[in-house]
Every structure is written in C-alpha cells, then in structure tokens.
C-alpha cells in the first residue's frame, strides 16, 4: 500500500513554455501532498505544502505564480511550471502523507519527474 | 537554519564492512523517518522512529532513536553493494509543521 505515482517520468521543453507534472497517491486519499526539488547530489528541498480544496502553502523564495499547484481531488496534486527557464531544471518530487500517519507524519514519495529546460 | 545535521555526507566503503550514519539535532523530532534514494528515482521509506530509545531492524539495517528524540543512527552491517544510494533522515521537528530533511549520506558499497 502507500504508493505514489508521478508522470511524467522526464520532460525535455523549450525556454518559455509551461509544463505539468501530476502526482498521483494510487491506493489511498491524501489530503496533503508535498512537492519537493532536488538538485544532483542534495538533499529534498521543500517547495510547497498542496491541499485538497484550498490553495498551496508556498515556502520562502518560491514563486507561486511561476509553480502552480492545484490538488483537485485526494488522488490528485499538480505543479505546472509556467514558462519555464534552463534554471528551473531540476528532479521534481512529490509525496503525500500516508493514510492514517498524522500522528507519525510519514510520507510516501513519488518516483519524480526529471525536467530539462533548453 | 539547518534544524538536522547529517553525518557524514559522503561514505565510500568494501562489501563487508559496517557503518554507521548519524542524524542529529537541537530540536526533539515528535518522528522521524529514514529513507534511501537510488539515481533518478524517488526516496523510498525504510524506518519511521516515534518512541525514545526506539531500535528497529530492518534486515541488515538497525536503527535507533536516541532516548531525548533528539538524534537517530542508521547502522547497517556487512554492508554490500545493493545498499549504494543516498540514505536521508527526516523529521517532524517540534514547533514545525512540515518535515525537515538533512543533508542527505551518498553511501557507495565497492565490490
């Protein structure tokens, strides 16, 4: 149980266009999903805190009009990169706290989506 | 601010050997997970720790969750080389409400 799907896997786009990427928890609801950024050789870097049916919780530094996140259902987060720069390449991974870990405040991660910007 | 310090960022070691990752803070982690990331792919949960003083084992890997929930080891036995990946501690530390990683111990097992 508690598996978290990504797609797309990679994407290569041009400068200056927009691209989706969807994080889907496959066998169970999450309220809350995370989406995460992570360069070669680091560590997670949290980028936003996505609800179900209320906007995201940005952290400090990151543009939300430039990383929309929209959780429509509880199987469904999306982050849209809008026009997209070679800067914003990057590992994008999502996750989502697991069924009944509020307490513990597992989450489960998505296999993540590598974006190149030419 | 770093809430979680990691050690030793980087481990280089032949099949066989032991180690041990550490992860430690000022802070008391209400809980704490680790997890172990491959190349290209996302982390994948090994440990969630909630109790001080806390030892589970997992195979190989034993973890410990120190007594004032402050810090938490990894030790991993006779290592071999399926065990290369990067080994991350993460933490809900009390006072925030989303979790906090460290830095992160790219472990490379050499046959």
């Known amino acids: 149980g508690a598996v978290v799907s990504q797609h797309p896997s990679r994407v290569i786009c041009k400068s200056g266009t927009s691209v989706k990427i969807e994080c889907r928890s496959l066998?169970?609801?999450?309220?809350?999903m995370f989406w995460y950024r992570q360069f070669p050789k680091q560590s997670l870097m949290l980028m936003a805190t996505?609800?179900?049916?209320?906007?995201?919780?940005?952290e400090q530094g990151v543009e939300k009009d430039k990383f929309l996140i929209n959780h429509a259902s509880l199987t469904l987060s999306t982050l849209t990169v809008t026009s997209a720069h070679p800067e914003d390449s990057s590992f994008y991974i999502c996750?989502?706290?697991?069924?009944?870990?509020?307490?513990?405040?597992?989450?489960?991660f998505g296999p993540g989506t590598r974006l190149t910007v030419l | 601010t770093q809430l979680l310090e990691q050690s030793p960022q980087f481990l280089s070691i032949q099949e066989g050997e032991n180690l041990t990752v550490y992860c430690n803070s000022s802070?008391?982690?209400?809980?704490l997970q680790w997890y172990r990331q491959e190349p290209g792919e996302g982390p994948v949960l090994l440990v969630t720790?909630?109790?001080?003083?806390e030892v589970k084992k997992l195979k190989r890997l034993t973890f410990q969750f120190g007594d004032a929930r402050k810090d938490s080891s990894l030790h991993i036995t006779a290592a071999q080389p399926g065990d290369t990946g990067l080994y991350l501690c993460?933490?809900?530390?009390?006072?925030?409400?989303?979790?906090?990683f460290g830095k992160g111990t790219m472990l490379l097992v050499s046959p």
């Open positions: 996750s989502a706290e697991g069924p009944g870990d509020r307490v513990t405040d597992t989450q489960y």
């Open positions: 996505s609800n179900e049916g209320s906007k995201a919780t940005y």
């Open positions: 066998d169970f609801q999450a309220t809350t």
């Open positions: 720790v909630v109790t001080g003083g």
């Open positions: 802070s008391v982690f209400s809980s």
């Open positions: 993460a933490g809900l530390v009390s006072g925030y409400s989303t979790l906090t």
